[in-house]
């Protein structure tokens, strides 16, 4: 028999025809959602603690998943894994995947952002290398022209963006 192990609790891999789904298949798959949801709390915390602002929407959807995860039933043996149990799971999951998407917030800056000192040197024209300093921690990316063969003159335009963070 194969076992799958989510934050250390085992899952069953069933094969149709073969396998009868168990009530701990159920309950184990309920204990998940409960450290997922600690997980999320866990992170919003963690972004909180950073300065990072999470939306009273995404705190009540957390709050709302764990009402709905902690619902939930124990299956006890010799009973069935009914349909709406399983539909809950899918309903719970749906809502997890929804406030995944709203995570992290993006952080608002109130300082003043230090003057970042940059040198950028193309090695050769068509190489999309470059060698990139700065005092300070940022982001760069280069947007070389668009193909290999462009011919690269006086009027043409290499792009590049720095992010200081």
């Known amino acids: 028999m194969t076992k799958v192990?989510?934050?250390?609790?085992p899952?069953?891999?069933?094969?149709?025809?073969?396998?009868?789904?168990?009530?701990?298949?159920?309950?184990?798959?309920?204990?998940?959602?409960?450290r997922i949801v600690q997980e999320l709390e866990n992170k919003v915390s963690?972004?909180?603690?950073?300065?990072?602002?999470?939306?009273?929407?995404?705190?009540t959807k957390i709050q709302d998943i764990k009402s709905k995860v902690y619902a939930l039933p124990t299956v006890k043996y010799g009973e069935y894994v009914m349909a709406e149990h399983h539909n809950k799971i899918v309903d719970i999951l749906k809502d997890i995947a929804d406030v995944l998407e709203q995570i992290p917030v993006e952080k608002v800056v109130e300082k003043l952002v230090p003057e970042c000192k940059a040198k950028l040197e193309v090695n050769s024209p068509l190489s999309n290398c470059a060698e990139f300093t700065t005092t300070s921690k940022a982001k760069l990316?280069?947007?070389?022209?668009?193909?290999?063969?462009?011919?690269?003159?006086?009027?043409?335009?290499i792009s590049v963006m720095v992010s200081v963070y």
């Open 11 to 34: 899952l069953r891999i069933v094969y149709d025809f073969v396998d009868k789904i168990l009530p701990e298949d159920f309950n184990n798959k309920v204990e998940i959602l409960k």
């Open 141 to 157: 990316e280069v947007n070389s022209p668009p193909s290999n063969t462009a011919e690269i003159n006086t009027k043409t335009v």
């Open 5 to 9: 192990y989510i934050y250390g609790i």
């Open 46 to 59: 963690e972004l909180e603690a950073q300065g990072i602002t999470v939306s009273a929407e995404v705190k």
